[in-house]
């Protein structure tokens, strides 16, 4: 066990892959698109193990003229069949970044939780990036998921 101070909190945590990095550009067609990212099926993903929460992480890098804007917001999602989806709460703003005077590369990233004790039994998480500028302006995103507050059952 690898511990910081004697702790090691990553036990508590599932990583799951949630998408791949989705490159934009802006004013093109992969701006300002929403991304659905991997469904996660509750009952068969973790074996006999239940999850009390779940946390998607957004991590983006994007190169701004001066002023210019990524905003990324994202939602949860739920179905009983994988079929019928509804969302869990409303669009939130998940991440902000500008661009300084002549230009520069920013980073940054963000957490958007959920209580998965009235979920159905599929989960996933969309995020819509979308650059301020109308060209040359670009941004990768990526996501992942942790599943937390495990229960063997």
């Known amino acids: 066990m690898n511990t910081a101070l004697g702790r090691d909190n ?8 949630a998408a791949a ?10 701006d300002n698109s929403e991304q659905t990212c991997a469904t996660i099926n509750r009952l068969t993903a973790f074996d006999n193990v239940r999850h009390a929460n779940a946390v998607a992480t957004l991590a983006a890098t994007a190169t701004l003229a001066a002023t210019k804007t990524l905003i990324v917001t994202g939602i ?19 991440l902000t970044l500008t661009g300084e005077a002549g230009g520069s590369t920013e980073t940054g990233a963000a957490v958007l939780g959920i209580n998965l004790a009235e979920a159905d039994q599929y989960v996933r998480f ?25 229960t063997e059952i």
Not at 10 to 17: C, D, G, L, R, S
Not at 76 to 94: K, L, Q, R, V
Request: charged residues 15%; proline residues 5%.
């Open 76 to 94: 949860w999602e739920h179905s009983p069949d994988n079929s019928t989806w509804a969302e869990i709460g409303t669009d939130t703003t998940m």
């Open 21 to 30: 990095e989705y490159d934009l550009t802006a004013g093109a067609g992969s």
């Open 10 to 17: 990553a036990v508590y945590m599932t990583p799951v892959f």
């Open 126 to 150: 969309k995020h819509l990036p979308d650059l301020s500028a109308t060209g040359t302006d670009t941004a990768k995103v990526t996501v992942q998921y942790q599943f937390t507050a495990a």
